[in-house]
């Protein structure tokens, strides 16, 4: 018999970990860091949204950045389907085009997530910043980070999360 272990949760828990011998609390923040790039492994966009031979995906920071170097080197080590992730910062949704994950923060998150529209882009946000949802958004919860899902929202922007993703989440909304 073979015994799968979740990887999600497994690679979480060893940024943490690896996170924490260098400081005896971990922020909230390089929690939310570590769980954006491995978000892409557990989402499918659609074809039309899929960069060019083997271009990166991007991850992008619109709005206020309040990670600093954290998301960048969460994000050096990965790499979804042979592509390696590159993190862009952007300060207006004019040049999301590129995103694939695109992380929206602070006061102007409803205009941003508002400019976005309906792209193909999976959009995180933040409830420590703003009320604002974006298809996932993150939350304390027991004082842990947590996340919510709005799985009709990636529906509507042509993304399918895995159901792996779906499961982790606190809340997910299918309407």
Known sequence: MRYRVPILPCAIAAAVLAAGTAHAEVSDTAVKAAFIPKFARYVTW??????????P??????????FGSALDTAAASQSVDGRPIVVKRLSS???????????VDGSRAGEILAALGRQPVLTVTDSRSSAQRGVIHFAIVGGRVRFYID????????????SRLLALAIGVNQK
């Open 93 to 103: 949704a004019g040049g999301a085009a590129v995103c694939a994950i695109a992380f």
């Open 151 to 162: 799985n009709a929202q990636a529906q509507a922007r042509g993304l399918t999360i895995s």
């Open 57 to 66: 995906l991007a991850i992008c920071v619109i709005g206020d950045d309040p």
């Open 46 to 55: 659609p074809a039309s949204a899929a960069p060019p031979n083997n271009a």
